[in-house]
T-cell receptor
Framework: AQSVTQPDIHITVSEGASLELRCNYS??????LFWYVQSPGQGLQLLLK??????LVQGIKGFEAEFKRSQSSFNLRKPSVHWSDAAEYFC???????????FGAGTRLTVKP | DTGVSQNPRHKITKRGQNVTFRCDPI?????LYWYRQTLGQGPEFLTY????????KSRLLSDRFSAERPKGSFSTLEIQRTEQGDSAMYLC??????????????FGPGTRLLVL
């Protein structure tokens, strides 16, 4: 079955520390991959996306993500977290051949001062 | 700013009432999507439009839900005879097209519905 898994429901990091949020997917072929961020009570903002080519993609707000085909993963990273990064982060996948975009359950990020 | 807009942002209603939400996509985006998001979950797909044609509906979209996009621009989502289980955030997104980078969906701020 097609699925998107974000194993970590909640992560707490100290401001200035590095961050990695995990995302694994199960699809028949490599889908399009996305990371979105959602602040409380708000809609989703696109951080970055991967379609093809370089497996390390850069996004907004200093985020990057690396696609690893062998691990079916698309983990989000940031070298130094800021207090304003506290939010909910969603990984999403969309197959090439249809519009069935699926989201993971999200990872809530808390940033300690 | 020409992002996706949604109105109202918040709606409180009593069980059994009808509600209607509006979404204005990014101009010239021909695809428009509706999602539902409950607390602690990711968005779940409800339906999408290619211009004015509704091309797909999720099993989540019961008979009490109807969506329209009459002129291929804005869309409305109506819920009839609301139930407490309909309480959720309703998100709208739009994308330029259906292939490659055009599949990227841009989301509005959402409409939060509370059914009492």
């Amino acid at each position: 079955a097609q699925s998107v898994t974000q194993p970590d429901i909640h992560i707490t990091v100290s401001e200035g520390a590095s961050l990695e949020l995990r995302c694994n997917y199960s699809y028949g072929a490599t889908p399009y991959l996305f990371w979105y961020v959602q602040s409380p009570g708000q809609g989703l903002q696109l951080l970055l996306k991967y379609f093809s080519g370089d497996t390390l993609v850069q996004g907004i707000k200093g985020f990057e993500a690396e696609f690893k085909r062998s691990q079916s993963s698309f983990n989000l990273r940031k070298p130094s977290v800021h207090w304003s990064d506290a939010a909910e982060y969603f990984c999403a996948v969309a197959p090439y051949n249809n519009n069935d975009m699926r989201f993971g359950a999200g990872t809530r990020l808390t940033v300690k001062p | 700013d020409t992002g996706v807009s949604q109105n109202p942002r918040h709606k409180i209603t009593k069980r059994g009432q009808n509600v209607t939400f509006r979404c204005d996509p990014i101009s010239e985006h021909n695809r428009l999507y509706w999602y539902r998001q409950t607390l602690g979950q990711g968005p779940e797909f409800l339906t999408y439009f290619q211009n004015e044609a509704q091309l797909e509906k999720s099993r989540l979209l019961s008979d009490r839900f109807s969506a329209e996009r009459p002129k291929g621009s804005f869309s409305t989502l109506e819920i009839q005879r609301t139930e407490q289980g309909d309480s959720a955030m309703y998100l709208c997104a739009s994308s330029p097209g259906e292939t490659g980078g055009q599949k990227t969906q841009y989301f509005g701020p959402g409409t939060r519905l509370l059914v009492l």
